[in-house]
Each structure stands twice: as structure tokens, then as C-alpha cells.
């Protein structure tokens, strides 16, 4: 890192302290003591889990807090003049035109009834700076840098028109068309599929380094940030954890957090190696298809077997079709043609059609344990009800089992009369579990269970479901789109490409050579915890194209 | 003060305390009140003294004695009224979210008709035809209020019948009545608590507009709605007699609303959902 890449100062914050307003008086401290500077052409990369904070420093430095929130100490400068001095006009003329924000969701960050032309142009007309004409032909230039497909026509489409990755990208445009002396991306990449997240940290970084501008860059993937980010902050519930060159937080960590965060993203795991048990499958899908009234074949001719005791990862895109395939297993949507067998016996395709005995036997856990789980049942409702349900069990019998079953999933017991509102996300998500569980299930579906947690919270949640696995000896089916984890936990796979089978088998077998092109394309999408990983990918792409 | 376990809020003590008296002062009418609803005590129009504390109204009744009897008809009609609506409402608005497409249609499409005609003059036709008995005018009443009913309830269902917990119900193999009174009705209730607030308070002004059809309650009962409207006829001579069963009506909305503003802020609290 040379030190002349760098221009002047451009941007210091000093003890930034943010509070939130309670209902009686100050809420809770969300930001504490915060300091940092930012020099032209520098990426300073902000990483830590939900609720460090990240977002609320980001949208800091643009003089803004969301409601009910306020900065209440410290300092922002952006070239020498104070952001908490400047007057609402001001901050408006600064916002957009000096300071621009990326926001993680492009979708719902513009608006679908108007062109993006009109909207990536907007910023430069309303503040002056060029008129529609000329901001279209800067737009079709910056569509261009962002190697977006046909630039002087791209501006033409409305946003529904364009994939999830173009959009993030033509919202990178819109930041910077006022050509903005700072852009702050909020987790710009998190909601896109790891092969289009290559492409597009590719293009944020090109635009970046050719226009010298500084950027925050905010994250919850230490390895992604490190491909773009010169100096790297960690953060922890509103407080510095640590700050310093990306090189020196990957490989010498200071702070005993922060080495947590790097060894869980670097430590290699070897390939499970566990088998499944018996011969007979428990679960057998032969040759299943299903379509939605309006999409046909979502699910095309797949077949699989998972054995008692089996995790097998189901992997592939968004629109792949393998939360299509789950529903399709439990009956929320009956399959068009094909068998799914269970322990050898033809379930009905239809969820009504099936037995209370086959309902119990297969359990599903979801992605967002926010919704999952009702939040106006207590956690002795929530679990207990299974118990009642397919055992008739009543009173103190179920209260002793949901007991048994908070144990098992080590939540404390007097949590039993608690309602979900007062949980953590990885804590509901035990929940989840501990009610899947009460049904005493053969199969359990995992439907991205990991994802919307936070990294270290994930882990533990990965290794629960292991530790059960082994005591109860319940397979899984995980459903997937982090092939970190699949290496972890599953011993088998099945990637999945526009709702076909591409590959299947041992994770072992799947995920080494000779790969399927499909399949080597996943995994060399995965970001690795090396600055020169992006590099090495864009080259390798380039050399087989 | 504390009520169901919770503090209650100045406002929400106000608003009890509007509630609580209004209610005691119609239940307690007989005992309370000067002069019986209906007995002529004096000249039309009499001003208010000691002896007719508001005054006399058109024919000679004493107007704080029909607000005492009037509180009883006004709140006890609404408070049936409201309240068998919103059974309707609820039963059909959920069942319309859950049961599917057709049962959808069909509910939806029923309730759109009878949105179609002006309430007031459907309400008209439907009394005119049947008779103005108080059984006949709850219904009719309640069921053409529960369509608007239907309309949030439904919206507020579909809502949550997509929601993940709702969906793990049905693969646990849960019966529609079970879904609907354990997972929806209990995430359902502040919007549902805040209309009914609401709708409590147009049922009075509703009834006071078929009295003056003369199709609401019939003389000689009294109730505020259709007290204001023939003490109105006197107001352009300077007379406020007008404005007592009126205050009343606005004083009672204004105190539910507290109590309800108080729940809806004691639910969200409670379950982690407020900013």
C-alpha cells in the first residue's frame, strides 16, 4: 500500500457519539466514540455484525440519522467544515453531490414507474450541475465503466427490467453522477448470488480507483472488503473494536474479536465424512417436476435419495429452484409429474392428502426466525404444540418436554414463558429448531437457516443442529446458497441450475475435481480472505473466456 | 393506575374515566335522572333553570333526563352493534384470506355490492321493507358495517397468512379454525382495536342519521344522535341545546379513542414491534 496514493484529508470524524430518542428521554448509545479519517481515493471498509452500528456511521457522514435517532457528540468534518454546524440546506446541497450513498437494496431503492435514465440522471439535474441531456450522456459513459450490457440504451429500461446485479450497479452509477467527493456503500453486495457478486465488486472497485474517489465500504464479510478496502474498522455494538491497514486485520488481528471474525471465515474444514445409515432411502425423489400457475418447470426432472442420518446440501442461485424443491417435499406445492417417497411409501402430493404420521415425520426450519415464529405465542405455546399435537400429550407433560427440549438446545428454561420479541435473532432461530424437534422428525428441512443471522451467530447455530444430527441421528436437508457451509456440514450435494439437477453426490466427490463447469463456477465465486482473491478470479475468467 | 398489568398513560386515565362515567350515568338513568324519557314537563323550548337544568326541548321533555336515558339507547345499540359486526366482519374477512381464491372472490365480490349502494339509503330500503323493530335495526346495521369491517380484516389476514409461522402451522397439519384464532387473530388485534374505536363511534351517528329518516330509534326513546338533530332546528335562534347530546357523543369518542390509543401503544411495546 503506498502511501501517494492517497490526496488530502478529506473527511474526519471525531467521537462521534449517536443516541436513540426512548420514549422517556435517551434510548440506547448506538454509536460510542467513534473516530476515523478518510483521504482522497482511500476505501475505508466498516465491517461488524447487525446492530455495530455500521449503517449508522455510513449515513452519519452524509449529516443524516434515521428517526428517533440523533448525533449527540463528536465531530464530522468534511473539508474542514463541521456537518453538525451546517444548516439543513446545506447538508441537503451536500448529500448527492459531495457525499452519496449505495444502498443494499437497489430494488427498493428505485422507483419502478420511471426510467433509470430519469433516476440515475436526477441528482446532477436537481442540483444544477448539468442539464437532462447531458446527464443522460454521462449516465450511458458510467453504464459503460460499470460494464453494463448495451450502455446507451440501458438507461431506457425501468428497473424491473434488469437483474438484481445491473440494478446495484446502475445505483452505483446514480451515486456517482454528481461525481461525489465520497460514496458510502451500505452492504451493496449482500443481497446478490456469489457469482454476480464478483462482478459487481469488480465494477465498484474499477469505478473507485478511476475516479479517485474515497469510499466507506460497509460490510458483514470480512472477505469481501478485503478485496476493496485499504483500511479496515471493526466494529462491536456502536464501539471501535479495532482499525487498521486490510493486511494487518487478516493476517496479525489485534483484538480478540476480530481474530474470532478472521478464523471463522479462514479456518479449512475438511469434508464431512459422516455417512448415511441403511440402505433404503428415507427420502426418494424420482424424477420430480413442478410449476407454478405461471412458471413452468421450476422444478425439472430432479432425483434424489437422502439416507437416515445424511445431510444433504442442496445448492444453486437465486431462482435455481431449490426452495421450490422443499416446498415441493412437503407438500406446499404439489409436484406436476414424478415421486417423492418416504421410507419407501409414495407421499401424496398434495400437503391435505397427508397423514398426520407423514406431516410429523418431516420438519422444516426457515430462513428468518422473525417470521417463523408467532410472535404472539409464548415459547411453551410455540414448542409445545407439536408435543400436543401429534402426541396428545397436555398440561405438565408438555411444559416437561418443552423443558427438555430448551435444554437440549441450550436456552435457559425460565425462557419457556417468553415471547419471541424478547429473543435474539440466533436464539429464535434455536427456537425454530426446538419446535421442529418436539415433532421427534426423521427429516428436517433447513431452508437457509444461516443466512439472515449474523457470521459468529451462524456458526453456532450450524454447530447445534450438528451436535444433534449426531445425538438424534436426524437427516438433514439444507437447503443453501453459502457453499462455505455446505463443506462444513453437509456429506452430500446437489447443485441445482434453472431447476435441474447439474451435479449430485458425495460433497467430496461434487466439490473436487474434475468439477462440473457450473459448479467450479460456485465455488470460485466464494470470496477468500486473501487481498489479491478478486484478482486472481477476474484473471482466470478472463484467460477461459 | 394499572389496568391488565399495565400503566396506564394520563390520557388513557381520562379517557377511562370519560368511558367509565358515561356508562354509569346510562346504566344508572332511572335513578339519576329528574324525569322519566318520554313525560312532557313543560313548555316547548323552555330555557334551562334549576328546576330543567338544559332545558326543555320541542315538546316539553327535559333534555338532561333523555341524555341520561339517551346514553343508555346510544351506547348500549352501538356497543351491539359494533360489536356483532366485527364478528362478521372478522369470521368472513379471515376466512376470505384463508380458504383461497374462490371463497375470496365470492365474499369479496358480495361485499363490493353491498358497498356499491350508499349505506345510508340501503339501510333505507332494508328498514322500510322489514320494519323498524330494535332486532332488525342491530342486523342491518351490523351487516352492512361489517362489510368495511371485512374489507381491514382481510387486508390485515393476508398479510400475515403469508408469514412463515402461519405456513409451519399448515404443515404441522392444523385445522383453519386453529389458524385462524391462534396464529392470525392474536396479530390481527391492534389494527382490528383501533377500527373499532372507530367504528363505535360512527354507529351512534349512523343511528342518529335513520332516526332522522325516522327509521332509527322510535319515539318517545331518546338517543343523542337524533336529540341533536331536533334540537338543531333551534340553534339559528341562539339556543346551545343542540350542543349538549352533541359534546356528549364527541367527549365519548374522544375517550375511547385515548383508551384505544393507549392499547395499540401497550401491544406494540410489549412485543418488541415499536421504532
Known sequence: MTESRFGDEILRVNAMRIQARGESGLGPVLVDDVSFTLRRGEVLGLIGESGAGKSTIGLATLGYTRSGCFICGGEIVFEGRDIRQMSLVERQELRGHAVAYIAQSAAASFNPARTLYDQVGEVAVRHGLMSPAEAKVEAAKLFKELELPKPETFGERYPHQVSGGQLQRAMAAMAMMAKPDILVFDEPTTALDVTTQVEVLASFRKLIREHGTAALYITHDLAVVAQIADRIMVLRRGKMIELGDTGQILHEPRDEYTQRLVKERIVVHDFVARRGEGEAPLLDLQNVSASYRTLKNVIDDVSLQVLKGDTMAVVGESGSGKSTLARVVVGLLARASGDVRFKGESLPPKLHARSKEQLRRMQMIYQMPDVAINPRQTLLDIIGRPVSFYFGRSGADVRARVLELLRQIDLPEHFIDRLPGELSGGQKQRVCIARALAAEPELIICDEVTSALDQLVGEEILRLLKRLQDELGIAYLFITHDLGTVKRIANKVAVMLKGKLVAAGETATVFAPPYHAYTELLLSSVPEMRTDWLDEVLAKRRRSA | ?275
Open chain 2, 1 to 275: 393506575m394499572r389496568l391488565f398489568g399495565h400503566k396506564m398513560s394520563i390520557l388513557a386515565q381520562i379517557g377511562l374515566l370519560i368511558v367509565v362515567v358515561n356508562i354509569a350515568l346510562a346504566i344508572l338513568a332511572p335513578v339519576i335522572a329528574p324525569y322519566p324519557e318520554a313525560d312532557l314537563v313543560g313548555d316547548a323550548w323552555a330555557d334551562p333553570s334549576p328546576q330543567f337544568w338544559f332545558g326543555l326541548d320541542q315538546i316539553g321533555r327535559d333534555i338532561f333526563s333523555r341524555m341520561l336515558y339517551g346514553a343508555r339507547m346510544s351506547i348500549g345499540l352501538s356497543l351491539v352493534i359494533t360489536c356483532l359486526s366485527f364478528t362478521i366482519g372478522i369470521i368472513a374477512g379471515f376466512s376470505a384470506a384463508v380458504l383461497g381464491r374462490w371463497v375470496d372472490v365470492a365474499l369479496s365480490r358480495i361485499v363490493d355490492l353491498l358497498l356499491s349502494m350508499p349505506t345510508l339509503i340501503f339501510a333505507f330500503i332494508i328498514l322500510s321493507v322489514l320494519g323498524t323493530e330494535l332486532p332488525v335495526l342491530i342486523v342491518t346495521i351490523a351487516v352492512l358495517d361489517s362489510t368495511k369491517v371485512f374489507r381491514l380484516s382481510r387486508a390485515v389476514a393476508m398479510n400475515i397468512v403469508v408469514l412463515e409461522f402461519v405456513e409451519a402451522a399448515k404443515l404441522r397439519g392444523e385445522g383453519l379454525w386453529w389458524i385462524i384464532r391462534r396464529e392470525i387473530l392474536p396479530n390481527a388485534v391492534p389494527p382490528l382495536v383501533a377500527e373499532f374505536g372507530l367504528r363505535f363511534c360512527f354507529t351512534f351517528l349512523f343511528i342518529a342519521a335513520l332516526s332522522f329518516l325516522g327509521l332509527g330509534i322510535q319515539p318517545p326513546f331518546a338517543d343523542w344522535g337524533s336529540m341533536v338533530k331536533d334540537l338543531a332546528q333551534v340553534i339559528n335562534y341562539g339556543s346551545p341545546a343542540a350542543l349538549y347530546p352533541a359534546g356528549a357523543i364527541a367527549l365519548l369518542t374522544i375517550g375511547v379513542n385515548f383508551i384505544v390509543d393507549w392499547l395499540l401503544a401497550v401491544y406494540s411495546k410489549g412485543h418488541g414491534e415499536g421504532a
